[in-house]
């Protein structure tokens, strides 16, 4: 795993433990989470992936099918096109490295809420 993966990952859990909710699953290629799928609820996916736009494509084509309300945002090195248009046309946002510790709050806290805000209501 590249040494900015795991500093992404270190900022994202922070960033949940000071919002006190979620929980982080973390793979290391895209194939890897198409493999095995966390069968609870999903709130947001970042892929922070080097694969090429068309691996890129493909995961993201997946990502819809099962997950078609659920945000995504792709993580990369800035200076390839290719990548941020895949991602953009697979319904995903884009985001160049490096992320900022505000930006990653504020991707965060959005998806959380809408997480939220999506869910059934319980009262009666």
């Known amino acids: 795993m590249a040494c900015s993966d795991l500093r992404e990952a270190d900022q994202v859990s ?3 433990a000071e919002l006190n909710t979620g929980y982080l699953i973390t793979y290391r290629r895209g194939e890897d989470l ?4 966390p069968t609870r609820k999903v709130a947001l996916v970042i892929l922070a992936t080097e694969d090429d736009p068309p691996a890129l494509r493909i995961a993201l084509r997946w990502l819809r099918h099962n997950w078609p309300r659920c945000p995504v945002t792709v993580v990369s090195d800035a200076g390839s096109g290719e990548e941020e248009m895949a991602a953009r046309e697979g319904g995903a946002g884009f985001l160049t490295r490096p992320v900022s510790a505000g930006q990653w709050s504020s991707l965060l806290s959005h998806a959380l809420r809408e997480s939220r805000v999506q869910q059934p209501s319980t009262d009666a």
């Open 14 to 16: 922070r960033q949940l």
């Open 34 to 37: 198409m493999l095995n799928a």
